[in-house]
C-alpha cells in the first residue's frame, strides 16, 4: 500500500465512449502525475500538476484531459479513444516537483475495443 | 538528463545479495542517481537514491563510485518477491519539471 488509490483498476472501452480515471493520495503530496505504460515500452509521462496547477503536457492527445480539483485527487477524462491508447494508467505523487521520490498507485489497466 | 546503461536481465539464487549494476558516465555534478523498481503489473516503486556517498534503507544499499560514473543497487538478502524490473534513473538535484526517465530497466529474475 503505497498511499495512492486509483480506481477502477480494470477498464474496457469502446471508441466512442467517455470515461473518467480516478486517483485520490493520502500522503498529503503536493504534485502528481499521469504515466502511460504501453506494452514493451518505458513509462511516458503524460501530465503533471503542482498546487493544482498543470506544469507539464507531453505534448499528448486532447482526447485526455486531465483535471485536478485539490492536490489529493486526480483525473483523467477519456473520450473517442483509439486501439493503441490501450495500456496500464499510472498515477503517481510527491511532495513536491523538485523531489525524484514519487510514490505509485497499482494503476489502472485500460483496453479500447 | 543523463542516460543510464543496465544489463535487460540477470538471475539471483533466493536468499543471496543481489547487486544490480547501472553505468551513467555522462552524470553532471547536481545529478542524483534514483532506483525504483516495478514488479509485474504493479505501479513502480522508489527504493532509494544517492548524490555521492553510498546509501542504506531498509531495502537496499546504494553503490556510486567515486567518479560517479557508476553505480550498484545490492539487495542483501533476495527473495521471490524482488522479482521485479529495476530501474537505474538519474536526475538533475532540482528541476522544475519532474521527470523521471524509467528506460528499460533490468529485469531480475530470483530463484528458489
Known amino acids: 500500500e503505497t498511499g495512492v488509490t486509483q480506481t477502477p483498476r480494470h477498464l474496457v472501452m469502446g471508441m466512442t465512449n467517455k470515461k473518467s480515471l480516478k486517483c485520490e493520495q493520502h500522503l498529503g503530496h503536493n504534485a502528481m502525475y499521469w504515466y502511460k505504460q504501453s506494452a514493451k515500452k518505458p513509462l511516458e509521462l503524460m501530465f503533471v500538476y503542482n498546487f493544482k496547477e498543470q506544469t507539464e503536457n507531453n505534448s499528448v492527445p486532447s482526447r485526455f484531459s486531465p483535471e485536478c480539483p485539490n492536490s489529493s485527487h486526480l483525473f483523467l477524462h477519456l473520450h473517442t479513444l483509439q486501439p493503441e491508447d490501450s495500456a496500464l494508467y499510472l498515477c503517481?505523487?510527491?511532495?513536491?516537483?523538485?523531489?525524484?521520490?514519487?510514490?505509485f498507485g497499482p494503476g489502472t489497466r485500460l483496453t479500447v475495443t | 538528463d543523463a542516460k543510464t546503461t543496465q544489463p535487460p536481465s540477470m538471475d539471483c539464487a533466493e536468499g543471496r545479495a543481489a547487486n544490480l549494476p547501472c553505468n551513467h558516465s555522462t552524470i553532471s555534478g547536481n545529478e542524483y542517481v534514483y532506483w525504483y523498481r516495478q514488479i509485474h503489473s504493479q505501479g513502480p516503486q522508489y527504493i532509494i537514491h544517492?548524490?555521492?556517498n553510498n546509501e542504506t534503507n531498509e531495502m537496499a544499499s546504494l553503490i556510486i563510485t567515486e567518479d560517479r560514473k557508476s553505480s550498484t543497487l545490492i539487495l542483501p538478502h533476495a527473495t521471490l518477491r524482488d522479482t521485479a524490473v529495476y530501474y537505474c534513473i538519474v536526475r538533475p538535484m532540482k528541476t522544475g519539471a519532474n521527470n523521471l526517465f524509467f528506460g528499460t530497466g533490468t529485469r531480475l529474475t530470483v530463484i528458489p
Open positions: 503517481a505523487s510527491s511532495q513536491g516537483i523538485l523531489t525524484g521520490e514519487q510514490y
Open positions: 544517492g548524490l555521492k
